[in-house]
């Protein structure tokens, strides 16, 4: 029998959250975002929940190639562009739309020769000072890409800095509508955040948004807000049994260090999930975890192959139950991921990019 843990993709929910993206933003063409290997559901496995998007927003070439081989034949956009001069080839033999954030991605498609112009879109820094090019240097850049035999339709985009917290997307959206005015093409802007938070803002939703975290069931706010509260489902649900039960007495300490001392006689359970599974060894004594369906806490050390867990709140559990670690438990029960992010102090995309290879993982609907 293999270890008792496994992974779950649930395809239902992947269709169900982009039909969420599709109600906030009704008037635009929705990208889903696939990056990391669909955020660490694998793009094999979450096609079938995605591909009613109107296209596939990643940075990897061989991503753009698996979900070619997949049969996607819709739109595909590199939204880092292209690293070196060659992946314009790889642009042009799959049909790529590639973002354009710097000169040096301008002189290699001059450089580059191909049948078919390729359709691109222009970044803009409109104060993320991460990729793209600044305000006032935005109209020469389009000026020059548009000049260029090698390019089709140039759109124009650029990505929040704060959309999920109190900086909001205002100054951004000024900067971006000032130095984009007279320019034609289409325009993308928002991130998951931006869709749920700002859709009331004109023109944030603009012709494309690029839909990711909440495609998998996280809110990109958390805490402020919960997947509950924008009606968002988990699309990975990590799950494992117990393999062993304890019982302790007042004194007895728990896992590497002892750092959990039982104050009076509790039974636990023995996980078969550690941080080698994906699991993260930051989370402390406290750990929101379901038994049973039944919510209870992590209590001591996360280990690398197990954690253990208070049986307090089940006390019918034993050896062979079932634990979920994030998303749906048996009947109605979840936990979302971010709640057990929070507890690790750090976020649902954290923890879903991370889950390891070892996990089996299985695709349900
Ligand atoms: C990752 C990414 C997104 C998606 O962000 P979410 O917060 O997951 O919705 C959108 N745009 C760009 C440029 C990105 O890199």
């Known amino acids: ?197 700002h859709a009331a803002s004109v023109g944030v939703t603009a012709d494309w948004v690029r839909a990711g975290i909440l495609l998998y069931g996280s809110a990109p706010d958390h805490p402020q807000h919960d997947s509950a509260h924008w009606g968002l489902q988990p699309a990975m649900t990590l799950r494992a049994r117990l393999l062993a039960v304890q019982a302790l007495q007042p004194g007895d300490a728990v896992g590497y260090g002892g750092h959990f001392v039982a104050d009076a006689p509790m039974r636990i359970g023995v996980v078969a999930c550690g941080y080698a599974d994906g699991y993260p060894r930051v989370c402390p004594t406290g750990t929101p975890v379901l038994v049973d369906g039944v919510r209870t806490r992590t209590v001591g050390r996360v280990s690398m192959d197990m954690i253990t867990v208070d049986l307090g709140p089940v006390p019918a559990a034993g050896p062979g139950s079932e634990v979920t670690l994030w998303g749906r438990g048996p009947g109605a029960a979840v936990l979302p991921i971010d709640e057990v992010a929070q507890a690790a102090g750090t976020l649902g995309y954290e923890l879903m990019c991370a889950l390891a290879p070892r996990v089996p993982v299985r695709v349900v609907d």
């Open 1 to 197: 029998m293999p270890r008792p843990i496994e992974a779950l993709i649930h395809t239902e929910a992947l269709a169900a959250n982009l039909a969420r993206a599709r109600q906030a933003a009704p008037d635009a063409r929705v990208w889903a975002v696939v990056k990391a290997n669909a955020y660490g559901h694998g793009i094999e496995r979450a096609f079938a929940g995605l591909r009613g998007a109107d296209g596939f927003a990643l940075l990897d070439l061989d991503e753009a190639e698996r979900l070619r081989r997949l049969g996607w034949r819709g739109p595909i956009l590199l939204l880092e562009g292209c690293f070196e001069p060659r992946d314009l080839e790889t642009c042009s033999r799959l049909g790529l739309w590639h973002a354009v954030h710097c000169d040096a991605q301008i002189d290699w498609l001059a450089a580059h020769k191909t049948q078919q112009p390729h359709r691109v879109f222009l970044k803009m820094n409109s104060g993320m000072n991460r990729l793209g090019f600044r305000p006032e240097a935005f109209r020469g850049a389009w000026a020059r890409l548009d000049a260029l035999p090698q390019v089709d339709e140039i759109s124009l985009m650029t990505h929040f800095a704060d959309a999920d917290g109190p900086g909001g997307v205002a100054r951004q959206m000024a900067t971006f509508a000032a130095a984009t005015r007279d320019l034609p093409g289409e325009r993308s802007l928002s991130n998951s955040a931006a869709t749920l938070r």
